[in-house]
């Protein structure tokens, strides 16, 4: 079968945008430039180089343009070339990135730039989410409103202490403060200012919620060929999956989904990867309410069925801790929708090349990407590491 | 016949193909129910279940649906459960074939369910898609989809390429072939109607109308035991173009043309060919890039002049490119799926059917 062996696929360039609330000074098209522009320059390689680009974003409500990629064919010096526009809800930045992937491993094509972006001043995100749909269930009032229910059953389910979310929210935006890219820089963040923020949506406070960013991440993707001309040491993928369910049915666990938790078995599996735990050196995680961290940490594997919270507790995802979870501050710092899942995949791929400067963790060698979306039902995730996978 | 000469790592093929009535309106069906039938249906000729298909991929937009994530509610119509590998594109289902074929190319499938569905009956579809132009400085001047098809048949006139009565020969010949399938919207001797936007006429223009399309992709054997006669895709490319009119020659298609030379079109005959003109003007523009003579039969299923179900359209000219090739009707045809105003991005395939 080796005709049908994958190449081998490495992500030999990097960029994002500084993400901020409101980028007035660009269109979306110089946005996405701005980002694609800088993984280039990371790779040293040209717009002649790439011979397709992958492109994602979450809903076209959020900027008000039905398939902006048609008008951002320009910008992404797409003319001529294959252009793909991919849309899986919260997760698109993830499976945008694996499709990209995907080209490369099947040896369609050698160099692709995978993009993924938000520019959620363009419109309110809230309202892009709330259109009113007969016969169906509203979103109940933005996506806190959906998870927060998910969130009080999983403190139910395992006795969790309810100052665990604070802990993550805490971490992430202590972490944020070391990544000159994140939207949240809070200088003067004390556990007791999160913990004194508002109820929300109950247990869910302001402080522990992801704001909302304009920005755009990019990889350049490349095969063995690409990888052994890359100036950079770079990042190869391992694994990747991606897994759907629906959204809401009778034998749904809203805590603990059935589709995360095969796809980090798929992933595992490509990477032969045994015991997450002791194996994965970093994780940048879809983290956009606090306690989703405890969450995530049983549905991936990272520790058995109600005791994620005790990982968090004791401080094991913490930078310096044993298990770094979201060492670029994460989805509750930096949250343009379309392209946060992507960033997930990025800062992994920064930390096993490393290349993450100030949030770096310390000897990195393999990471996990994650991203999720929808009504907790589609799930995105690769694992990347420093050195070629195994023939 | 010449053997179909795959060029890549697997071969696969298109083995069953479905698609809904395309109509008008359909106010009493919600996407979900649209879909469902054109699931069970091709699944039906293979045998398979949701549950055995390696990779789920849908094509559909959230504009014409009015609501944010909707495709999220059309995955219900799957069944996914257990949980399925799946992925979606904002674009043409024919592009969801696309990432599908790219995923069995990996190895990690080796069956794929492709679908894609579109309701513009809801809205004013001429409006809906002047939102996909230039947000700052095309779209507040809301040109219409068919004002902008009415530039490039002009600019196909004064360059002599064709002209008015060619047009309206161009939307007959469509109509009448679609009487021979029973899914079109429009068949018949249909008039050629008044000036919607000069030069073109109510003919030169497709119908607005709600529909679906299923299509299942398998690799090498598994292909040979679903189907009797598979259409193979030994080739498919697809490519775009810059967005603004202005920096592109409307008499001509390059995205086309690049697409069609790396999928191999021009490597042999071809018998038939599928292609994605919504306006009679464009299939003027798509003949001459192809090349295509008299003697390939183009849009034997009437094309989008006779059902332009938005999103679905170009995924059903693949279908029908490769049920002629099931029914035998066809050894070498050329698909081909379009996006964009003015023919901006364009895909090819080349499907073959093995030697009788």
Not at chain 2, 5 to 23: G, I, K, M, P
Request: proline content about 7%; overall charge negative.
């Amino acid at each position: 079968m080796s005709k049908t062996a994958k190449e081998p696929v490495a992500i030999v360039g990097i960029g994002q945008t500084k993400h901020v609330a409101a980028r007035h000074d660009v269109s979306i098209a110089g946005l996405v430039r701005e980002a694609a522009a800088r993984a280039l320059a990371d790779a040293e390689l040209t717009w002649a180089d790439i011979d397709a680009v992958v492109i994602g974003k979450a809903p076209d409500f959020f900027e008000g343009v039905m398939m902006p990629e048609l008008y951002l064919a320009d910008a992404l010096g797409a003319v001529g070339k294959p252009m793909l526009r991919v849309h899986t809800a919260g997760s698109v930045g993830g499976s945008t990135a694996l499709v990209a992937s995907n080209l490369v491993a099947a040896r369609v094509h050698r160099t692709v730039l995978t993009l993924a972006f938000e520019k959620q001043s363009e419109s309110n995100a809230m309202w892009g989410l709330s259109l009113p749909v007969p016969f169906q269930q509203p979103l109940l009032a933005g996506a806190g409103g959906f998870f927060a229910p998910h969130v009080r059953a999983y403190m139910r389910r395992t006795g969790a202490p309810d100052t665990v979310g604070s802990l993550v929210a805490y971490k992430d935006r202590r972490n944020a403060l070391k990544n000159p890219y994140a939207h949240l820089h809070e200088h003067d963040i004390t556990l007791e200012k999160v913990q004194a923020s508002p109820m929300l949506w109950d247990p869910i406070r302001y402080s522990e919620t992801c704001p909302s960013s304009d920005g755009a991440c990019a990889m350049i993707l490349t095969d063995r060929a690409g990888a052994a001309r890359s100036p950079k040491p770079p990042a190869w993928v391992h694994g990747g999956a991606m897994r759907s369910e629906p959204t809401l049915f009778a034998g749904k666990d809203f805590v603990s989904p059935q589709a995360g938790k095969d796809c980090a078995a798929d992933v595992y599996r490509q990477a032969g990867i045994t015991d997450p735990r002791r194996e994965i050196d970093a994780v940048e995680m879809y983290v956009p309410f606090s306690w989703y961290e405890p969450m995530w940490l049983e549905n991936l594997g990272f520790a058995a069925e109600g005791e994620g919270w005790k990982l968090t507790e004791a401080g094991v995802t913490e930078l310096d801790g044993d298990l770094p979870v979201n060492p670029s501050g994460g989805v509750l710092s930096t949250n343009p929708i379309g392209a946060s899942g992507m960033i997930r995949f990025a800062e992994a791929a920064l930390q096993v090349r490393g290349q993450a400067g100030e949030h770096q963790v310390p000897g990195a060698r393999r990471a996990l990407g994650h991203a999720y979306g929808g009504g907790a039902q589609f799930f995105a995730m690769w694992l990347v590491g420093a050195e070629p996978p195994a023939a | 016949m010449p053997r179909p000469t795959v060029r890549y790592a697997r071969d696969v093929a298109v083995v069953a193909f479905a698609q809904s009535d395309h109509l008008r309106r359909t106010d009493e069906l919600s996407e979900v129910e649209m879909v469902m039938p054109v699931l069970h249906q091709v699944l039906a000729q293979t045998g398979l279940k949701a549950g055995e298909i390696g990779f789920t991929c849908s094509g559909s937009s959230d504009y014409l649906a009015g609501r944010a994530f909707s495709f999220t509610m059309t995955l219900d119509g799957v069944g996914a459960w257990p949980p399925i590998s799946e992925s979606h594109v904002e674009m043409d289902g024919a592009w969801a074939l696309y990432e599908a074929w790219v995923k069995i190319q990996t190895g990690e499938a080796d069956t794929a369910l492709v679908y894609s569905y579109g309701k513009s009956s809801p809205g004013s579809v001429r409006d809906v898609l002047t939102r996909q132009l230039d947000p700052y400085y095309l779209a507040p001047l809301w040109p219409d989809s068919v004002a902008l098809a009415a530039l490039q048949a002009q600019a196909l006139i004064d360059a002599g390429e064709t002209d008015e009565p060619a047009l309206a020969a161009i939307g007959a010949r469509s109509r009448a072939a679609a009487e021979a399938n029973p899914h079109a919207q429009l068949s018949g001797s249909v008039p050629q109607g008044d000036y919607q936007v000069r030069p073109l006429r109510t003919g030169d223009c497709p119908p607005i109308g709600d529909g679906a399309a299923a299509v299942i992709l398998a690799a090498g054997d598994t292909a040979r035991r679903l189907c009797a006669r598979p259409a193979w895709i030994t080739g498919i490319d697809h490519r775009i173009e810059a967005h603004a009119l202005g920096l592109r020659d409307l008499t001509d298609s390059p995205s086309t043309r690049i697409a069609a030379e790396r999928a191999g079109v021009f490597e042999a005959p071809l018998d038939t060919a599928e292609l994605h003109a919504p306006f009679s003007s464009q299939e003027v523009v798509l003949r001459k890039v192809l090349g295509l003579g008299d003697g390939v039969a183009v849009n034997p299923s009437g094309g989008a002049l006779a059902a332009n179900p938005v999103m679905a359209a170009g995924l059903i000219r693949i279908g029908e490119a490769a049920a002629r090739i099931h029914r035998g009707e066809s050894d070498r045809a050329v698909a081909h799926a379009t996006s964009g105003p003015c023919l901006q991005q364009n895909l090819v395939a080349v499907l073959e059917g093995d030697p009788a």
